[in-house]
């Protein structure tokens, strides 16, 4: 019985420690978004510049990155921690066609837009600008 109580102990300290740990990378990486990430010209001047080998290995690890925090995201819509942040981060560190799209439509969602503008304001951030209209094809 007692190494029931000890994974019970430890179990419980380590879902503790990675849902406060996702907290604060969520609030890290939401306060470090640019408020006009949506409203911007798409052009990636700094990126362009980099040497293509850097180039190649920036972008494979930004998606590498966007795809842990998608399905991290998706596990915690069924565990606890903060599933819709961390699957709208994944979307934006993510390379795919349509992507604008779809985080403009995730952020037209009142409780996903007041979550993350909740969050910018406390950290004296201004809120993430949504653009006036969608274009659809």
Request: avoid cysteine; hydrophobic fraction near 45%.
């Amino acid at each position: 019985m007692e190494n029931w109580t000890t994974v019970l102990v430890y179990g419980t300290a380590i879902s503790l420690l990675v849902f406060v740990g996702s907290l604060v990378v969520a609030w890290l990486l939401i306060i470090r978004l640019p408020a006009d990430y949506l409203t911007r010209p798409v052009k990636r001047t700094t990126e362009n510049q980099l040497h293509p080998a850097l180039h190649l290995t920036w972008r494979v690890v930004r998606n590498l990155i966007g795809l842990v925090l998608l399905v991290v995201g998706l596990i915690m819509l069924v565990t606890p921690g903060q599933g819709l942040l961390f699957i709208f981060l994944g979307l934006v560190f993510l390379d795919f066609p349509g992507k604008h799209r779809l985080l403009h439509r995730l952020l037209s969602q009142p409780r996903i837009y007041r979550s993350i503008n909740s969050i910018r304001s406390r950290s004296g951030q201004p809120p993430i600008e949504l653009p006036s209209h969608e274009t659809d094809p």
